[in-house]
Structures are given as structure tokens and as C-alpha cells.
């Protein structure tokens, strides 16, 4: 009979949990759980810095209460969908969790990790957020001129759309992983401590986080999506892993190790077609 | 009708994203995992081999294009 999750969480926690005399517990934490809080944080502070370059070009540009307004109100609704998705994800069985969830995380995982192969091998553009913040400005600035003492709708709705598209991937994010572990506590803390560590760097500044290493920190979620997807997801459709959970320190190296290849394959590829290109282009002149 | 048409579009390119191939190969391994673990044959496999050729697949046709 298949063991509930929460069963072995709570086994996992009693082995490493020590009871001292006074009543005391010096808490202590599992690699899964580990690895999840680090994924969740890693995605939503991507997530965070994105949105932020948002609210803080239209603020700046317009009004800032019309957009604190559409910040609120964006994240109103991302309260209403993880607390309507949350308890139907937790309440699905184990197995069909595992695989739902693996299945969503590993597409996911894997349309990031392309991304992100693709701009490290120097066939998409890098993400910019200092590009991101002019763009928005500019488009701000042409949306016409502001009475900053009424409401003003574009930056209402600039906001709200991009704060509610960037946030429902760090709920997605945080609901997959947290059911999944049965500890949505665990990811909706990262989840935070992320977009809060982010939201107190852009106020310091008061500009686009631009020297935060985006593009590598896509690199590490995608791989660690991936990863997780991949476990999770063969889990739910009844393969077992070698070594179980242990397996995950193999997965995510592996993982990591392919997506290098792929980047210095495509490297390869592009230098050897610059070579060519200058080849014919001598050749040509010749 | 629109608006359904819109939210459908955007779930799609949400999940979905670029290459429709990664997702549908996705669905086809963890299938071929199920029926390969309901026969009680080692099925762990399967997946990794899968999104290897699936990640370098896509990448390949990116960067050919």
C-alpha cells in the first residue's frame, strides 16, 4: 500500500528532530525540503525582479497610487486563486498529484531551461532589465500626460497585469512544489522572503535591480524544475527511483551537466559558422 | 466567447511556451513510465532519456532556425 506523503514527512522529521529535556526541538532540515525552499526562492526572486522593473518605471513615470493600487489589487487575486487551487491540488491523491504536478513542472521546467540554454549560447537575446525599465518608460511617458491626484488607469492596469502575470508563476511554482512536498508553509515562506529581500533592494535603489544575476538565475531554476519535474513526475506514474529520494543528487547535476553540453554545442556551432563565414568571405574576395 | 478564447490562449502560452513538442513528448514518456512500471519492468529511466531528446531537440531546431 502506497505510504501518504505527510506519513514519511513526519518520519523524516522525527529521525532528524532531537527532544531535549526541556522541551526544546532543534529543528533541522531534509535535502528535499532544502532544495525546495532554494528552487521557490530562486524563482520568485526572478519573478520579483521583473515585476519590480514594472511598477517602478510606471510609478516613477505616472502615479504612484494608481499603481500601488494595481499592485494591491494583483495580489488580491493571486491570494484568491492559490487559496481556491491549493486545497483542490492537496486533495488530489498522491500518485495523481505526483504526476499532474510533475508533468506541469517538467513542461515548465523545460521551456525555461530552453530559454535559458538558448541565451547562454548566444542565440537569444539576454534578459535586461535596465532595457526592460527604458522600455517601460518610454512607453509610459507616450501614453499621454497624468494628473497624478486622480486615478490613473494605465498605470492601474500596467501594474496589476504585470504584477498578476509574474506572480501566477511564483504561485504556480509554489503550489506544484509545496503540495507536492506537502509543505506549501515551507514554499510560501521562500516564496516571500524572496519577493520581500527583492521589493526592499528596489526601494533602497529606487531603480531596475539590473545587477542581479537574472539570466544565471534562470539557468538554476530551470534546471532545478526540470529536475524536481522529473522525479516527481516518473514517481507519480509508478517508476521507482534508485536510492529514492537520493536519487535528486544525481538528477540535478545530470540535469545541469546536459544543459552545459547543449550551451558549448551551440557555441561550437556558432563559432564554426563565423569561421565559415569569413572563409567565404575571403574566398570571395580573393 | 472572446474572453475565453483570450484566457484559453494565455494558459496555453503559460504552460505550453514556445515549442508545443516538449509538452506533448512530456505526456508520451510519463505514458510509455506507466505502462512500462504497470508490467513491473524498471521504468525510472524512461523520463531522463526522454527529456534529454526532448531538451536537445528543441534547442537543435532553434538553433537551425
Not at chain 1, 152 to 174: C, H, R
Not at chain 1, 183 to 195: D, E, H, T, Y
Request: aromatic share 8%; proline share 3%; net charge positive.
Amino acid at each position: 500500500m502506497q505510504q501518504h506523503p505527510a506519513a514519511g514527512y513526519a518520519q523524516d522529521r522525527a529521525s532528524l528532530t532531537r527532544f531535549s529535556g526541556s522541551a526544546e526541538y532543534i529543528w533541522a532540515v531534509t535535502g528535499t525540503e532544502l532544495g525546495l525552499a532554494i528552487s521557490v526562492f530562486l524563482a520568485c526572486a526572478v519573478e520579483a525582479v521583473e515585476a519590480l522593473t514594472i511598477v517602478l518605471a510606471v510609478g516613477t513615470t505616472r502615479s504612484w497610487r494608481s499603481t500601488l493600487t494595481g499592485v494591491g489589487v494583483a495580489l488580491l487575486a493571486l491570494a484568491v486563486i492559490t487559496a481556491a487551487l491549493g486545497p483542490a491540488l492537496t486533495a488530489l491523491p498522491i500518485n495523481a498529484l505526483r504526476l499532474v504536478v510533475g508533468a506541469l513542472l517538467l513542461i515548465f521546467g523545460l521551456q525555461w531551461l530552453r530559454k535559458a540554454i538558448l541565451r547562454a549560447g548566444g542565440l537569444k537575446a539576454l534578459h535586461d532589465e535596465e532595457k526592460a525599465y527604458e522600455e517601460e518608460l518610454a512607453a509610459a511617458r507616450d501614453a499621454g500626460a497624468v494628473d497624478r491626484t486622480r486615478f490613473d488607469p494605465y498605470s492601474f492596469t500596467v501594474a496589476f497585469k504585470g504584477v498578476l502575470l509574474e506572480g501566477l508563476e511564483v504561485v504556480f511554482i509554489v503550489l506544484t512544489f509545496g503540495s507536492n512536498q506537502h509543505n506549501v508553509g515551507l514554499a510560501a515562506a521562500a516564496a516571500a522572503v524572496a519577493v520581500l529581500a527583492v521589493v526592499a533592494a528596489g526601494l533602497a535603489v529606487h531603480r531596475p535591480l539590473a545587477r542581479v544575476p537574472e539570466n544565471t538565475l534562470k539557468f538554476a531554476v530551470g534546471v532545478m524544475l526540470t529536475s524536481f519535474g522529473m522525479f516527481w513526475g516518473a514517481e507519480g506514474a509508478g517508476a521507482d527511483w534508485p536510492g529514492g529520494d537520493a536519487a535528486l543528487l544525481v538528477i540535478i547535476p545530470a540535469t545541469l551537466l546536459v544543459s552545459f553540453g547543449l550551451v558549448a554545442l551551440i557555441r561550437r556551432r556558432r563559432r564554426l559558422g563565423r569561421r565559415r563565414a569569413v572563409g567565404a568571405e575571403a574566398a570571395v574576395r580573393a | 466567447m472572446r474572453r475565453v478564447e483570450a484566457f484559453l490562449r494565455f494558459m496555453w502560452d503559460f504552460v505550453v511556451g514556445d515549442d508545443w513538442r516538449i509538452a506533448v513528448g512530456v505526456v508520451v514518456a510519463l505514458g510509455i513510465t506507466g505502462l512500462v512500471a504497470g508490467a513491473s519492468i524498471p521504468a525510472w529511466w524512461i523520463v531522463p532519456v526522454a527529456v534529454i531528446a526532448l531538451l536537445a531537440g528543441s534547442v537543435w531546431r532553434a538553433a537551425r532556425s
